[in-house]
């Protein structure tokens, strides 16, 4: 059964740096998957990060430029790394993995991330 398993999060604070890591179980990436980094504040809807593809090409797109994402195809571990931290991005991350062609869509546990001002 794949999963994706996420690390990092925590308290931090305005300014900081933070790294989020999302490996994938039990699955070798390969073209038309895609992976993406969500996140959830209280109350609000969750909204997407970013994204990168898996395989040949690790195309990134990402909502904002302090967002960057990368992709370590030998480790299957996708990484978020977000700069200057701002307490709105504080939220639940979750890390996502689905297919581009068949119907497939695995969610990662989440990891909670808090910023202080």
């Known amino acids: 059964q794949v999963q994706l398993v996420e690390s990092g999060g925590g308290v931090l604070h305005s300014g900081d740096s933070l790294k989020l890591s999302c490996t994938v179980v039990h699955l070798n990436l390969a073209n038309f998957w895609v992976l993406g980094w969500y996140r959830q504040a209280s109350g609000k809807q969750r909204e997407l990060v970013g994204t990168i593809t898996a395989g040949d090409r690790n195309d990134v797109e990402s909502v904002e430029d302090r967002f960057t994402l990368s992709l370590d195809n030998a480790k299957n571990t996708m990484t978020l790394e977000v700069n200057n931290l701002k307490p709105e991005d504080t939220a639940v991350y979750y890390c996502?993995?689905?297919?581009?062609?068949?119907?497939?869509?695995?969610w990662g546990q989440g990891t909670q991330v808090f910023v202080s001002s």
């Open positions: 996502n993995l689905r297919h581009r062609i068949i119907a497939a869509n695995y």
